[in-house]
Each structure stands twice: as C-alpha cells, then as structure tokens.
C-alpha cells in the first residue's frame, strides 16, 4: 500500500524560505521509473504542478518557478523535499506531494496535502 | 507552454451522464489523465492514458481523446460524483500540466 505525507511548517513569512517534506512509503525511489512531485493549489483554484524527483535523481521544474524550487531525495529514509525560496503571499495554498505512475505519465497516489499560508 | 482549456462548471441531474471537456492543442496525440477532488480532499485519479481506469474506479467512468477535445464522460450519475475534476497531460516543452478544473454539480 503507497501512502505518502506532506510535513513543515504552516506559516512563513514573506521572502522566507519554505522547505517541505513528503516521507512515503509502499514503494522505492531507487525503483526504476518511478518519481515523486510536488503539486500545489492556492485557495479555489487549479492545481500547478511544480517538481518532481525521478528514481535516477533527474529532476524536473516548473519553468517559471525554476529558480525558486529545489527538490532533493533521500532514498534511506523514503523522502522528497521540496525547497522553496523568496516566499510571497501568493504561494499560499495546499502543497501536496504525489507518485507518479509507475509506466505513465499520471499521478496515482497523492499525499493529504498541507496548506501553507504566507503573512506576515 | 501548453494549455488545457476546461468548463468552469456543468450541472447534471442524477441517474444522466455528464460530460466534461477538455481543450488543448492536438491533444489527441497526448495522454490525457482525469482527476476527481472533493472539497477538503486529496485529488483522486479516475482515469489515466485517456480511457483506463485505476483499480476501485467505477465503470461509470470513462473517458476519450480525439483531435483537439478529451472527454470525460460519467455515466449515471450519483450525488457522490459531485466535485471538481482535472484534467492532466504532459507536454514535452511544459511538462506536467493541469487544467483549470470543472465544478460537476450533480442537481
């Protein structure tokens, strides 16, 4: 059974970094293919893929995030982290981390997400 | 970037089919997943590669892919299908991209 769980902090301030984690289980990120990513959504609104960490530690970034995201793995301890830098108001929303599909390209199991508000 | 182009709500009443559409730039050459999110909730993936369902997904779920329009199709529709619903594709110059999402309202 693959769970995953969204952990840090629930307010940071403006230009703060935020740094969260997605500890899973269920499943090996030395697996082939297999990736995990991190998806947010700002109150009432869509969902906005923003990184992703791959078994082979090639990563992907929202390209107009890029410079701000940072997504590490650490495989002992079935982790993904997520860093993001120069925090504003507008990142406010639920940060949810996700599996990805082990032969596609959807995302199949999704953590409960945290909600992260950013004010001062 | 690529762009997905959803209804921002349709209404239908129970025991009828819905149909939830989803625009993009000769996207019947992508793969097309469909997520379903009740308010409070993690989204739920319902089908993936256009028309496959993941294990526990009712029948009733479905989906298609052609040309310039996916669809998500419901059939019967009970009051516990009411939520928001996205589309998902990945695009080689975006990635992984969503669409805005539509508000089944199950009257």
């Known amino acids: 059974q693959i769970t995953l769980t969204e952990s840090g902090p629930t307010l940071v301030k403006p230009t703060q970094t935020l740094t969260l984690t997605c500890t899973f289980s269920g499943f090996s990120l030395t697996t082939s293919g297999l990736g995990v990513a991190w998806i947010r959504q700002p109150p009432g609104k869509a969902l906005e893929w923003l990184a992703l960490n791959y078994w082979n530690d090639d990563k992907r970034y929202r390209p107009s995030l890029r410079s701000r995201l940072t997504v590490t793995k650490d495989t002992s301890k079935n982790q993904v982290v997520l860093t993001m830098t120069n925090m504003d108001p507008v990142d406010t929303g639920t940060y949810y981390c996700?599996?990805?599909?082990?032969?596609?390209?959807?995302?199949?199991?999704w953590g409960q997400g945290i909600l992260v508000t950013v004010s001062s | 970037s690529y762009v997905l182009t959803q209804p921002p709500s349709v209404s239908v009443a129970p025991g009828q089919t819905a149909r939830i559409t989803c625009g993009g730039n000769n996207i019947g050459s992508k793969r097309v997943h469909w997520y379903q999110q009740k308010p409070g909730q993690a989204p739920v993936l319902v089908v993936y590669d256009d028309s496959d369902r993941p294990s526990g997904i009712p029948e009733r779920f479905s989906g298609s892919n052609s040309g310039n329009t996916a669809t998500l199709t419901i059939s019967r529709v009970e009051a516990g299908d009411e939520a928001d619903y996205y589309c998902q594709v990945w695009d080689s110059s975006s990635d992984w991209v969503f669409g805005g999402g539509t508000k089944l309202t199950v009257l």
């Open positions: 996700a599996h990805r599909h082990a032969v596609g390209l959807s995302f199949d199991y």
